[in-house]
Structure formats: C-alpha cells, structure tokens
C-alpha cells in the first residue's frame, strides 16, 4: 500500500466547488489505478502551540483546513498512475489552467507527500 496525502487551505465559500473538484479527481484517479480516496473538511482543528495544520499550510481568515489522501496498491502504481493523469484530456477539461489558478484553493500553499503504511488497523 502507498498512500499520498494533502493539507490544503480552501475559502469557506469554495466548500462545494473544492468537493466537485474533488469527486472529478476520483473519476481520473481510479481510471489511473488509485484505490480509494478520503476527502476530509475541517471540524475540529485546534491551534497548537508551536506548529499546527494551519501554519503548515498559511491558512488565512475565512480559509478551512482539508486533509486528503489517495491510496495505491505500490508506489510503481502511483508513479504509473499519476504519468497516466498527466496526459488525462480531462485534467485540462476539468481543472483549468495548468498552474491551478481556476482551482477553488491557492495550490502554492498545499503541502503534499506519499507515505508506506507504519500500521494500518481497521475494525
């Protein structure tokens, strides 16, 4: 299993475009060979003391926290997966430019990496 997560600060007002952005990545992802994707809205993200989700990524007033991740059987798959999204024609269709200004969040403050499962435990 590899896993590739996301931290994004996203307006409260783009709640519903981020989540239609979100739903349209899945369609290209799991075409791509990606095995499940979790989108996840801020509920309850406290400030910490000395470092937290929002400084992590320069949330301003107004901006909610998201924290995705995108599984993958291996990261051979992710790396042919996301060449595969690269050349998607609906990635150009569906997300606008390429440097994600028609995106419903400010993409050069996303901080991202991929991860081998330590534990994995589900009941």
Not at 9 to 16: G, H, L, M, Q, T
Not at 20 to 48: H, L, M, N, T
Not at 53 to 72: L, P, Q
């Amino acid at each position: 299993m590899y896993v590739q997560g996301f931290v994004i600060p996203v307006p409260e007002a783009n709640k519903d475009a981020y989540r239609d952005v979100a739903e349209k990545f899945w369609e290209i992802a799991r075409d791509c060979g990606a095995r499940s994707q979790i989108e996840c809205w801020e509920a309850d993200v406290p400030d910490g003391e000395v470092t937290d989700f929002r400084r992590a990524v320069h949330a301003e007033n107004g901006e909610k926290i998201v924290f995705s991740w995108v599984t993958w059987d291996s990261k051979e798959d992710a790396d042919a997966g996301h060449e595969k999204m690269m050349t998607d024609p609906r990635m150009a269709e569906n997300f606008g430019a390429p440097d994600g200004s028609d995106m419903p969040f400010d993409g050069k403050r996303m901080i991202f990496g991929a991860f081998e499962p330590l534990v994995w435990q589900e009941a």
